[in-house]
């Protein structure tokens, strides 16, 4: 590789300190850290783009591989910083990219795997940015980065379309939509471009799928750099005579085999961990870095850039002990949880037992050096302190799974993503995943099968992963299901029982079990576990969705109207529910409670909505007379109807002294049937109109 000659150039960075932002911004700071506001005057903030690389091993871009041509990034390189020695904070896209966003580990952040929610609360890059004045801009390529898990708050624009529901989109038609984007008046200053083309599978366009027909994976790393080539140059171009900054830097990398792992998440060696990361711009001496640094720096050094003090800025010289972990094994399987720590190239990796390499002399990490060489004191402190701290947060966090929709699940799936919820318990004969590397591709053949509905080889997989891990907790989970939808229910309670014992907190455990009751009409069964589910995760449809088909073939209409309440809140499209919850609340006469269920249906249904009749005369009830008019005027002539809604209309065209009041009361009689005039002829308000006449 090219290693260049001097070390980190560290400058002293000139930041005017203007005082009074810090007072305007009190409060735009949720940790309340106001005191490192201190955004740079307009006209001297640099534009910042930042490249997040998914799925990118560091040694296979050509700034480290001949082999491979990548002739943007290696410029990008030998002009700016190259790190040889960064490392993703946990080997998962949105874990990850929340790290980058949030200068934070997971074990704080709290995102631990795909699928979930970023907090609310949490302070991000971009949201700060826009506090400092920076207008900013994102596009994404990945599904697991979508609008929905969170990042996109503190973005002008947040551009995650991938096309018709796909999971991805490639590079070029990314780059086109980011340059499109920098082509407008109104621009960002802080862009962030996202790239998912090395995720497997490994498909690069022509010319890169001839070139690179034996190693497809690095023709996609060569195929992303001619389109990062591409938007380096239109960043260039647009910020021309301005100070400008860019940030490259990996997500985190892909096994391609190394200790057993083929793709990403199982495991914490350097071809998932270590990644790419080069900044450059107009003040960066160039040179590398071989100090070892977090993607989660990318936070502070952003800001730094943007004229706020950065203290762990890659610019800077901090040198703590770089922390890392891969939970997923433990989450899913129940094996022992994953923490790493790096210093000074000697890089611990707790998985059970703990192995001791020197990353720079052994990248290939063959030689476990534990008791062969001293250990730093803070490297060891750090590592066991991060284990026990990111456990613990695990175990207190009241962490809530977020409630997804079966079509996201299915999406993330589909990239080989599969969340669980529930603390598994931490047994200490529990394996470590590194030595169960052996069912790693019988476990994702198996998720494939399930995922695609086809539950008898997915069955005879998880019963071969049964037999070699029989506290796995997936395998057993997705038996008893397999088992349960293919109507095989003794086997399916048996699978069930085991799954708890190995994992008796876990929701989505309770969850299929009462599905699996349900689906067996043990009504009685699935209610209670139902409820259980519900008062963990309030949000959760499938079990709102479960509990209203109970209470409703009992015929308990209260909890059918309580359950559908809760149901509207959290459906993406209540429409059909609405209507139903409408016209119960309106059978018991509770005329608000149907009002506004109508009339959240008529916002959703919009001209679909039909109960323009019930609405108008739910109005007329509550003595809303003009919203009374407004609705039975939508009833047309062609509804079953429209003589109700012609007498309540004159009832109310009387009632609100309308001029024409006295041609409704006959127009309502004109038009009709034996039922309306039976209640025209009673009707006090029409007393003294001759509505018989024309
Ligand atoms: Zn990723």
Not at 87 to 113: A, F, N, Q, V, W
Not at 260 to 267: K, S, T
Request: glycine fraction near 8%; proline fraction near 5%.
């Amino acid at each position: 590789m090219n290693v260049k000659p001097a070390g980190l150039v560290a400058k002293p960075f000139l930041v005017p300190i203007l005082a009074v932002v810090g007072l305007l911004l009190a409060g735009c700071s949720p940790q309340g850290d106001d005191s490192r506001f201190k955004g740079l005057p307009d006209g001297e903030r640099p534009a910042i783009l930042l490249i997040t690389l998914d799925t990118t091993r560091a040694d296979r871009l050509g700034i480290e591989s001949s082999a491979v041509k990548t002739p943007h990034f290696n410029k990008l390189a030998d002009g700016g910083l190259y790190f040889t020695q960064a490392y993703s904070t946990t080997p998962t896209t949105l874990p990850s990219h929340t790290s980058m966003m949030t200068g934070l580990y997971p074990m704080d952040h709290k995102i631990r795997e795909n699928g979930r929610r970023v907090d609310a609360q949490l302070d991000l890059l971009a949201s700060r940015l826009q506090t400092l004045g920076y207008r900013t801009a994102a596009f994404v390529s990945g599904f697991p980065l979508a609008e929905q898990f969170g990042l996109a708050r503190g973005f002008d624009k947040y551009d995650d379309d991938l096309a018709g529901g796909a999971n991805e989109r490639s590079a070029t038609l990314t780059t086109n939509a980011a340059l499109e984007y920098l082509a407008l008046e109104e621009t960002a200053d802080f862009l962030w471009v996202h790239y998912f083309d090395a995720h497997a599978p490994y498909e690069p366009p022509e010319p890169f799928l001839s070139l690179y027909k034996d190693d497809l994976y690095s023709g996609e790393l060569a195929y992303m750099d001619s389109e990062v080539g591409r938007l380096l140059s239109a960043f260039e171009a647009r910020f021309a005579g301005q100070p400008r900054k860019v940030i490259v830097v990996g997500d985190h990398g892909e096994g391609l085999g190394d200790h057993g792992e083929a793709l990403h998440g199982n495991l914490l060696y350097q071809g998932t961990m270590r990644v790419p990361l080069i900044i450059a711009g107009d003040d960066i001496a160039p040179g590398s870095v071989a100090r070892s640094v977090s993607i989660r720096q990318v936070f502070d050094t952003v800001l730094e850039w943007a004229g706020v003090n950065g203290e762990r800025s890659l610019l800077g010289e901090n040198s703590e002990p770089v922390l890392a972990e891969a939970l997923k094994p433990y989450l899913q399987y129940g094996w022992q949880p994953q923490f790493m720590a790096v210093l000074d190239g000697i890089k611990m990796i707790q998985s059970g037992d703990i192995e001791v390499f020197d990353v720079q002399a052994d990248p290939g990490e063959t030689n476990n050096l534990l008791g062969s060489i001293d250990l730093a004191p803070e490297l060891q402190g750090a590592l066991s302190a991060y284990g026990s701290r990111a456990l613990d947060a695990l175990n207190s966090q009241a962490e809530k799974p977020e409630t997804l929709s079966q079509k996201t699940v299915e999406r993330l799936a589909s990239l080989g993503y599969v969340g669980t919820s529930g603390q598994p318990i931490l047994r200490d004969a529990a394996p470590s995943p590194k030595d169960m590397v052996h069912i790693y591709g019988d476990l994702d053949i198996g998720s494939g099968y399930f995922t695609n509905g086809n539950y008898d080889a997915a069955i005879e997989v998880f019963s071969r992963i049964l037999q070699i891990d029989p506290y796995n907790f997936m395998a057993a989970m997705r038996l008893a299901v397999g088992y349960s939808v293919t109507d095989r229910a003794a086997q399916a309670q048996e699978f069930f029982e085991r799954a708890r014992s190995i994992n008796p907190a876990s929701v989505d455990l309770r969850h299929y079990h009462a599905m699996h009751y349900l689906r067996n009409r043990q009504s009685a069964l699935a209610e209670p576990l139902f409820e259980s589910v519900l008062a963990e995760m309030p949000d959760r449809l499938p079990a709102l969705e479960g509990l209203l088909s109970i209470y409703a073939r009992r015929g308990d209409d209260e909890k059918v109207m309580q359950t559908l309440e809760k149901l509207v809140k959290v459906k993406a499209s209540p429409g059909p529910d609405l209507l139903r919850l409408g016209k119960m609340r309106m059978a018991k006469g509770d005329t608000k409670a149907a009002i506004s269920a109508f009339e959240q249906a008529s916002q959703i249904l919009d001209e679909r909505f039909r109960q323009n009749l019930e609405l108008g005369v739910l109005y007329l009830a509550d003595r809303q007379f003009a919203n009374a008019a407004a609705s039975l005027d939508k009833v047309t002539r062609f509804d079953p109807g429209y003589p109700m809604a012609l007498f309540k209309r004159a009832q109310v065209s009387v009632l609100l002294k309308e001029a024409d009041s006295e041609a409704r009361v006959r127009e309502a009689w004109k038009r009709g049937d034996d039922t309306t005039r039976r209640l025209i002829v009673s009707e006090k308000l029409f007393r003294g109109i001759d509505y018989r006449s024309n």
